[in-house]
């Protein structure tokens, strides 16, 4: 690596001062709003749903900041990387005390959340999922192919699905995909995110589980996360989707099982 020029290191110096400030105030305001918060009756919950916002622009200048470092000195900055992957983490925390981190559950279990944030329209929840992925898989692209966070991730990647799942209203979903009622661009955009999250992070899981750990709870998750795409597929009545999805479930219960019987006889 060629040796930083001390001009090179003050133009840095110069121009981050004013980001880094920011990041300063965004956690100071963070603060501040935590303190008020009293429960999880409404009033918290659109408090939390401010400080996912709060979060994700906090990851977005430690973005700007590697980026910066990387355009100045000609190096990464993992500590402003790793920030923006904690601040995705907290945002997604934030926003499963909103929704929950149910899975593969029905909306039975988990509607009283939303019940709490009713006044959140579909485009604004659309927005805030879409806002959280893009700053996800930005973090993710700025570590690069062989960061040694490339599977946990994964995890990062599983969490944001189920709560972009668990902000759609299944209640009202159906009656809201006729193009003539206001907000269905947001509502369908939202729902096709949400599968393509949960068929993602099955997949995903499956590719750690066969690549990296071999733990079973690895495949037991991604076919969970199957389980829930079917789910999804039942309610708005996509039955060929959802037979699919069976069938595929259907071959990896299978191939767990095998998998399992292969090691206990391995340690037998």
Request: positive net charge; hydrophobic residues 40%.
């Amino acid at each position: 690596m060629a040796k930083i020029s001390g001009e090179a290191k003050k133009r840095y110096f110069d121009r981050v001062k004013t980001y880094k400030q920011e990041t300063e105030t965004i956690v100071v305001r963070e603060k501040n709003l935590l303190g008020t918060i009293r429960g999880d009756g409404p009033s918290a919950q659109y408090k939390r749903l401010k400080l996912v916002d709060e979060r994700l622009n906090l990851a977005s200048y430690f973005l700007l900041l590697n980026r910066l470092s990387v355009g100045l000195l000609g190096v990464k900055n993992e500590a402003f990387l790793n920030d923006g992957r904690k601040s995705c983490y907290q945002a997604v925390i934030y926003l499963e005390e909103v929704v929950s981190n149910r899975l593969d559950a029905p909306f039975s279990d988990y509607s009283e959340y939303l019940e709490k944030i009713e006044d959140l329209d579909d485009e604004k929840r659309y927005r805030m999922v879409a806002k959280l992925g893009f700053t996800i898989q930005s973090v993710e692209e700025d570590f690069g192919e062989n960061s040694k966070w490339k599977w946990s991730f994964v995890e990062l990647e599983g969490r944001y699905a189920i709560v972009t799942k668990n902000l759609l209203n299944l209640k009202t979903l159906v009656a809201g995909l006729d193009p003539r009622v206001h907000g269905y661009q947001a509502r369908l955009n939202h729902l096709n995110l949400a599968k393509e999250l949960l068929q993602r992070s099955a997949d995903r899981y499956r590719e750690k589980y066969e690549l990296s750990t071999l733990r079973m709870d690895d495949f037991k998750l991604a076919i969970a996360f199957l389980a829930a795409l079917r789910r999804i597929h039942i309610v708005v009545g996509e039955t060929q989707n959802a037979e699919t999805v069976k069938k595929k479930m259907d071959v990896w219960k299978t191939k767990m099982e095998t998998d399992e019987r292969n090691a206990r006889a391995a340690k037998a």
